[in-house]
């Protein structure tokens, strides 16, 4: 698993590329802990080119949600599709997460 | 079919992984299939890696094999404390975010992606058998499982 990040002035925005699976999902926790560390408090988290995800990478995405909503920021998630889309559709994570098109469709709401 | 043996251990979740999912690929399982039979495979190998062996180490098998021409069946194998994953209540799926448990999901997410789930306990031994239709690719849906013998939960 890959991540890079790009600061906006609105928002963090952090593209994920491969597998998040439960080795590799501690390393995407990390990097969201220093962009909360660095001060970022929206974060939008691209998974265009994310292909596998478990509950692993998940439970990362939520935990991560409730520490940016507890200080009033927010987790934006975009460019769901394949494999990753239908584990968010089956937990029922696409309802309860702002889940957008593209970043751009995601800075603009904010 | 396909046989392979290794310590419960999260650093050896590829290593069981690639080698079905390259013999799944070499039966010529869409990658759809496939992408599913991983995730049921991993969740089902973390939570025996993470808690049927609390007083020590143990292994888990992992069995491959074509049952018919349209059904595989994983089977996986583990010596550790009694765990029925069919017993398990479904979470809950419809909380807000703060409200809404991290964790819970893995065994979840396995019996969705499974077309049929049994457990059995044997000899000591947690027998969790995945069975995955080649075809139809299934949609997001209900899935039939079978409850298989109840007891006590890890």
Not at chain 1, 63 to 68: E, S
Request: glycine letters at 6%.
């Amino acid at each position: 698993m890959e991540m890079m990040v790009r600061n906006e002035e609105k928002a963090a925005i952090i593209a994920v590329t491969g597998r998040m699976d439960a080795v590799s999902a501690p390393q995407f926790d990390k990097r969201l802990e220093t962009l909360m560390a660095e001060g970022a408090t929206r974060i939008i988290v691209n998974f265009q080119n994310l292909e596998y995800i478990s509950s692993a990478g998940l439970q990362i995405v939520l935990a991560n949600a409730k520490k940016l909503e507890f200080i009033d920021g927010e987790l934006l998630l975009t460019n769901l599709s394949g494999a990753v889309k239908e584990v968010f559709e089956i937990s029922g994570f696409d309802t309860i997460f702002q889940i957008f098109d593209d970043p751009d469709a995601a800075l603009a709401s904010l | 079919m396909l046989t392979i043996t290794l310590p419960a251990s999260l650093s050896n979740l590829g290593q069981f992984i690639v080698p079905v999912s390259n013999w799944l690929k070499s039966q010529g399982l869409s990658r759809q299939k496939i992408v599913r039979i991983e995730l049921a495979l991993e969740e089902a190998l973390v939570n025996i890696s993470r808690y049927a062996y609390p007083q020590g180490r143990g292994d888990i098998e992992v069995h491959c094999q074509l049952l018919d021409e349209n059904r595989y069946l994983i089977e996986i194998i583990d010596s550790g404390i009694f765990f029925d994953v069919c017993a398990l209540p479904t979470p809950e799926l419809k909380a807000c975010v703060a409200e809404r448990e991290v964790g819970g999901l893995g065994v979840y997410l396995m019996r969705k992606m499974a077309d049929e789930i049994t457990y059995r306990r044997e000899k000591d031994k947690n027998i969790l058998r995945l069975i995955f239709q080649a075809t139809p690719d299934r949609n997001a849906g209900a899935t039939p499982f079978n409850p298989g013998h109840r007891g006590i939960q890890r």
